[in-house]
């Protein structure tokens, strides 16, 4: 992590009727939450939630963090992969705050990716009714979306997320610095992300994208701090005039239609950021095919998306018809019409409630490689 002397960060607030509460980006965040924690008037034990490998990189020096401002500090891990957001990792760890005796203002650091943050924030929602919650992203995916809105969840039976609440972080802070032990490949599924707020809502973000993808990939502290403070301050604007999904939250989903369906299709072999990339280049062509996006638009999401290392074409052996078919059944929808967030240009789309099979169809047969 960099030295405290080239400490710099930018500042999101997002103001709730539940309160409100900063999201910080920066470079070495991660050595201030200690001093962060005090400031916020936190005393009693704090549970670090983490992963084995996230422990070794980040995790025991977090922990020295804390103690060195005086908080007694306990580290849980739970082992990597989606497969631990389930009911039974969170009563295993209601076990182990019961045993290291957590209290009722003990925060609980969730430190990860949106595996953790969303298991670390389910356990902290509903252990003795909920415990403060400080969220400390590790993925671009997590510093961009999870961490921020307050969704948190588990997973139940055959459902995603299907078991959870809305439990809004006391504070997020994103330390850039750790990034730089992000496998590529998980980097490359948070810009997907990242390009999806470009064309959601903000042009200017897409263009910087565009221009300097390289430093981006390269992992400039400077650019890349840029493009997560603007994500996340088009995911805190979002959700402060949104917070409980029952509208303009929705256009947070684009891409994610088609995107949950290949998920689906793929057996979730394909990752949720390259489904995202391919679910939003669905959405720009069936947008074109309707009249209301231009070409050279999908053109140029298209190769933003390509540039930034994620498909285009759909992986050998997915039909579209399987794409469609499971879509219809993520939706459980009787007759042949989905719903889609389409875009109008960059930095603008639109909720279009039924969009006709035939187009999507057409579209998704256009991305077949
Ligand atoms: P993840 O949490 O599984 O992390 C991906 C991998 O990267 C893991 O193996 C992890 O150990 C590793 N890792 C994390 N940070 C690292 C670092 N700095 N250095 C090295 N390795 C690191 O995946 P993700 O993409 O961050 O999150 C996906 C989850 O987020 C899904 O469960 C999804 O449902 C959820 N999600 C939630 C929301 C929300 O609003 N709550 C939004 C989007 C996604
Ligand atoms: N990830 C979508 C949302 O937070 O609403």
Not at 50 to 58: A, F, K, M, Q
Not at 88 to 111: C, F, T
Request: aromatic residues 6%; negative net charge.
């Amino acid at each position: 992590l960099a030295a405290n002397n080239h400490y710099k960060m930018k500042n999101v607030k997002i103001d709730l009727a539940s309160g409100e509460y900063d999201v910080q980006v920066g470079e070495g965040l991660l050595e201030q939450v200690g001093s962060t924690l005090q400031a916020l008037g936190f005393r009693q034990k704090a549970v670090i939630i983490t992963n084995p490998w996230l422990r070794g990189l980040y995790g025991s020096r977090l922990k020295a963090n804390l103690e060195e401002v005086g908080l007694e500090t306990v580290l849980l891990e739970v082992p990597d992969g989606e497969e631990e957001k389930s009911l039974v990792r969170a009563g295993l760890l209601y076990d182990r705050l019961a045993e290291v005796q957590a209290e009722r203002l003990s925060p609980i650091l969730a430190l990860g990716g949106g595996v953790i943050g969303d298991l670390g924030g389910f356990v902290a929602a509903t252990y003795m009714r909920g415990l403060p919650l400080i969220q400390l992203p590790t993925t671009l995916l997590a510093m961009v979306d999870s961490s921020i809105g307050g969704k948190v969840a588990v997973n139940h039976g055959r459902l995603k997320n299907n078991i959870g609440a809305f439990y809004q972080p006391r504070r997020v802070m994103a330390d850039v610095a750790v990034l730089r032990s992000l496998p590529v490949f998980e980097y490359e599924n948070g810009l997907a992300e990242c390009i999806k707020y470009g064309v959601i809502m903000d042009a200017g973000l897409f263009d910087l994208m565009e221009r300097r993808l390289g430093e981006i990939k390269s992992g400039s502290v400077e650019v890349v701090e840029e493009v997560i403070f603007r994500c996340a301050s088009i995911k805190a604007a979002v959700v402060e005039k949104d917070e409980r999904d029952l509208g303009l939250r929705n256009i947070l989903n684009f891409g994610h239609t088609a995107g949950h369906g290949l998920e689906s299709v793929s057996d979730f072999k394909l990752s949720h950021g390259r489904a995202v990339a391919l679910g939003m280049m669905t959405a720009c062509k069936i947008a074109e095919k309707m009249g209301v996006f231009p070409h050279q638009g999908s053109a140029r999401v298209q190769a933003l998306i390509s540039a930034a290392g994620l498909p285009v074409t759909l992986p050998s052996g997915i039909t579209p018809e399987q794409v469609i078919a499971a879509m219809q059944h993520d939706k459980k929808k009787a007759e042949n019409r989905l719903r889609f967030v389409l875009p109008r240009k960059i930095g603008e789309v639109f909720v279009q409630p039924e969009v006709d099979g035939i187009l999507v169809r057409e579209a998704l047969e256009e991305q077949i490689g």
